[in-house]
């Protein structure tokens, strides 16, 4: 499934996928979802998407939280076409919201694994994540280390299928050098929507957030999850 993910204070700043040269790819019956740049491709937004989802009032909603899905194509090129015509006609007449996320997606009906087509992403694209589930019983994870939706209640008919996902750049990111709280799963549970599985924050938590963080790991700080604009 084709798709693309928009969030912040000014939806109208997506990514401009028609300057973007790519190959789609995923099977339709799987739910996997994948947008695949061409090898030698370089991929320039036209903008930076990505803002710290920690920094804004966890009490307070966000304008949208919505999935647009489009009819099922038969080729990466005919899913290509659609979501350049959604994003031209989205352009043109932009949301009333001032702040949300809103995802697009087409399915298509080639294969391709999640792993393969990440690893064959361009190494700056970045931030890159990879989900694998322990087994197909898992249940839909909105937050990686918890295999729920917030509630303690689970999409079974989704999780049936989601075997593995991967994603690069940032819609929204949630990261904070404090220890992991509540007014953190707060901000990041806001930007999640029941209506929206596809929607999902991935990342990890420190086992010790009181432990002192070697050099390589302060950039992550005590943790880190994340709403990949491109899956």
């Known amino acids: 499934m084709a798709s693309a993910a928009a969030a912040g204070h000014g939806l109208a700043r997506l990514m ?9 790819s995923a099977k339709l019956i799987s739910y996997r979802q994948s947008v695949h740049l061409r090898r030698h491709t370089r991929y320039h937004p036209s903008c930076s998407l990505s803002m710290n989802g920690c920094q804004g009032d966890p009490k307070l909603p966000i304008g949208i939280i919505e999935t647009r899905t489009f009819p099922a194509v038969a080729s ?3 899913a290509m076409d659609t979501l350049n015509s959604a994003v031209r006609e989205w352009k043109a007449n932009p949301p009333f919201y001032t702040s949300g996320i809103i995802r697009l997606q087409v399915p298509i009906q080639q294969h391709i694994e999640a792993i393969d087509w990440l690893q064959a992403q361009q190494q700056d694209l970045l931030p890159r994540c990879f989900f694998s589930g322990r087994s197909q019983s898992n249940r839909h994870p909105y937050f990686s280390v918890d295999f729920t939706n917030g509630n303690g209640r689970s999409h079974n008919s989704f999780a049936r299928h989601l075997v593995s996902v991967a994603g690069v750049g940032s819609a929204v990111l949630f990261r904070d050098v404090h220890s992991f ?3 953190h799963w707060r901000s990041i549970k806001r930007f999640l929507s029941d209506k929206c599985p596809f929607i999902c924050a991935y990342g990890a938590i420190r086992f010790d ?10 950039a992550f700080g005590s943790f880190y999850f994340n709403i990949p604009q491109m899956l």
């Open 16 to 24: 401009e996928l028609e300057s973007t040269k790519c190959n789609i």
């Open 76 to 78: 990466p090129a005919l």
């Open 181 to 183: 709280a509540y007014s």
């Open 209 to 218: 957030a009181r432990a002192n963080i070697s050099p390589e790991w302060e």
